[in-house]
């Protein structure tokens, strides 16, 4: 695909979007295996309001960021041009907020209408949203006069083929550029038959594309299926939930690959990119199914580490060379930035190694009420606390002023968990 193309809804082949399954090890690895278009799992828009989008430069992603640390999205450049940011929302002036936040770093951006969950639903978002078309109207169209990047929506179809086929006409009035039909209505589970017919209704009566999903129990199965689903659905584009979440190599042209080399291959991108171990496991077990019973299923639902999960699949060899690379390029990246440091010294403010250990204070008693109690003491007035946190590796510096006098500590605190 040509890079700055804006993205085409014709003739591919899509990663559906799926809560926890959809990450980036599974993302890649779907573009790997041959899916022209992924789309994230869906995430709540007041959920990433609250995040700060940083630049991992040791990962070599743009993650953003909770204020808990936890990096709730995580995309790099491999799949900048072809990755679909999937929103939760009820509210078009949030749903615009986050859509400009991530912008820059997604492909496109898509309102989930779909999800039959409570507690979506309960919000007014997900499938709430079928029955509220003015709402529909009013998040579609910010979306589209606000951003630069293609809009769709995901929905379910409604008791009615009419009035499916009329939400949808509606829904085209607002330019988005591709609409996803999940075949089901919303009380419907996975396991009941897809509705190709409806699908293939509304095909036949908007122009914008129409991306048929629903397929994976009833029809696709391997790498042939996904065009028979598409041809009974009269769609432009197929998009796949479940098949892809059990192989994600469905996506293959050649075929299915077999499951213990798309595990191993899935590992990789997820030690590559610092997935969380709990994230990772969820996506192998869901992979594993039947045989999650067998001696590999019972040890991977024992791992409590990504380390562990490597283990288990014979790749602690792996595990061992990409984390030994990541630590010396943080540790690179550290010495550049203290030399950048000490290019910048402020020649009064006065530099000592001080580290903070909690073990060596009285429980709830901190360093600053140490200082405090002394200035007190003293006649001095209270510290002044300046704290900034560095861009470029996101430790915390402080320079306290105490009696007249600037200190700094040489050693940053690291609020992160891992790289
Ligand atoms: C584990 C899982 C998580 C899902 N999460 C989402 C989601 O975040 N957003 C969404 O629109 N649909 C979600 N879905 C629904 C799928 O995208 C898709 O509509 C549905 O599974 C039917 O497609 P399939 O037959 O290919 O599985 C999820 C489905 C599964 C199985």
Redesign the pocket.
Known sequence: MTVNTPLCFRGKSIL???????TLPMRLLALDYGADIVYC??LIDIKMLQCKRVVNEVLETVDFVAPNERVVFRTCERERHCVVF?MGSADAERALAVAKLVESDVAGIDI?M??PKEYSTKGGMGAALLSDPDKIESILTTLVKGICKPVTC?IRILPSVEDTVNLVKRIEKTGIAAIAV?G?KKEER?QHP?HCDVIKAISEAVSIPVIA?????DF?REYMDIETFQKATAASSV???????WNPSIFRKEGLFPLRKVMQDYIKYAVRYDNHYTNTKYCLC?MLREQLETTQGKKLHAAQSTQEICEVFEMADFYEETTTIFTAKKTSLETKIQDEDDQMEDPDVIKMAVRFDKREYPPQITPKMYLLEWCRKEKHPQPIYETVQRPLDRLFCSVVTVAEQKYKSTLCIDYRSSF
């Open positions: 559906a979007p799926m809560v926890r399954v959809g799992e869906e999937q989930n779909g999800c995901k999940h089901r996975p897809v999903n629903g397929g994976s129990h696709i998009m796949i939930a479940r098949a892809a979440m869901q």
